[in-house]
């Protein structure tokens, strides 16, 4: 279990849409972890709790934007963030490896049997699948060029977003040799939608945005800085639960409270770090996300189950995010 959520974590680096690392992830270690003896619910919980490790990928949005509040750059901000993250998730895989151990919910011979004998030799044949190395690597291929070329690091040129998101479009052309016509429909289609996607979380931060302030919370913001991190952390948190989408509460947080975080005695980047990574832990522990649908889907269970198994560890990693940052 804790190999399996640390492999997502790290992944969902090179994929930062939860869905979309959960889909191409979980198909393979929900089945593994579920022929190992693991109770399904635990499997689908493990992949997804390893979701939030896109928090930090450079393919996130948040980043660059909490980079243009902080008058820095993209690099600098996920270096800030990632110690913190590193620990929380460690936090985080430790509660739910103990809440495994106590429910009997890890590998058990009695499950990993009774799997095996439920699948028979055919289906293991048809579970069966090759692996091309080289398609592996398309996908990573972005994320190492946006590192490399750093100001941190240093050892290529700068490389925006959008270049190496376009040098990955390419390098996947060229190692599928698909109908380019396909292609460039589904980029664009791809762009389309999160142009769609960007204009419901604005209409979303603005009602959020209006919210805060009738109730009075930037006020109390003001005069504490625990509350100020309190709010950061399980306003974007509890939003994200209940909305399946971490994204609409911490841009809205961040784009209306973070500029003043100085005010509350907190740097901007930290506050607007800690806002948008809380967010994608709530997410992670909601029963209505697209990923915990997929995962819950691919574990056969309901997405109900899964969420209650997350929600100890998610919440252990909040605080310990918040204590950190």
């Known amino acids: 279990m804790p190999i399996s959520f640390f492999l997502t974590w790290w992944i969902s680096l090179a994929i930062p849409s939860a869905s979309g690392c959960s889909a191409a992830v979980g198909s393979i270690l929900i089945p593994t972890l579920i022929a190992a003896g693991v109770h399904p619910a ?11 490790g896109s928090a930090i990928s450079p ?7 909490v980079a243009d509040l902080a008058g820095t750059d993209m690099m600098t901000v996920i270096i800030n963030e990632t110690p913190a993250s590193v620990i929380a998730s460690i ?21 990993r049997l009774a799997y095996l004998k439920e699948i028979g030799e055919e289906g293991k044949k048809e579970a ?16 190492f060029l946006l590192i490399l070329g750093s100001k941190q690091v240093g050892l290529l040129p700068e490389i925006s977003v959008p270049l190496s998101m376009l ?4 390098l996947g052309f060229l190692v599928t040799l698909q109908d380019a016509q396909a292609i460039c429909r589904k980029f664009f289609e791809g762009m389309g939608n999160a142009y769609a996607d960007v204009i419901g979380l604005i209409v979303c931060a603005s009602v959020f945005t209006t919210g805060m302030t009738a109730i009075g919370l930037t006020e109390l913001m003001e005069e504490s800085q625990t ?5 950061g952390t399980f306003g974007p948190f509890f939003i994200a639960v209940i909305s399946g989408s971490g994204d609409a509460a911490a841009f809205a947080f961040n784009g209306a409270i973070t500029p003043f975080a100085e005010q509350f005695g907190l740097s901007i980047m930290d506050l607007g770090s800690l806002a948008q990574i809380a967010g994608a832990m709530g997410r992670s522990m909601s029963p209505i996300a697209g990923a915990a649908i997929i995962c ?11 969420s209650k198994r997350n929600a100890l560890p998610c919440l252990a990693s909040a605080i310990v995010l918040m204590l950190l940052l």
């Not at 040098?167 to 390419?170: H, L, P, R």
């Not at 509350?227 to 709010?231: L, R």
């Open 42 to 52: 635990m499997a689908a919980a493990t992949v997804l709790a390893g979701t939030w």
């Open 59 to 65: 393919g996130n949005a948040h980043n660059p934007f």
């Open 91 to 111: 936090a985080c895989v430790v509660v739910m490896t103990v809440y495994a151990v106590l429910r009997r919910e890890g590998a058990t011979e009695e499950r």
């Open 128 to 143: 069966s699948f090759h692996v091309r190395p080289l398609l592996a690597i398309v996908p990573l291929v972005p994320l």
């Open 167 to 170: 040098i990955g479009v390419a």
């Open 227 to 231: 509350a100020a991190a309190a709010a």
């Open 296 to 306: 819950a889907g691919l574990a056969k269970v309901n997405p109900i189950e899964v």
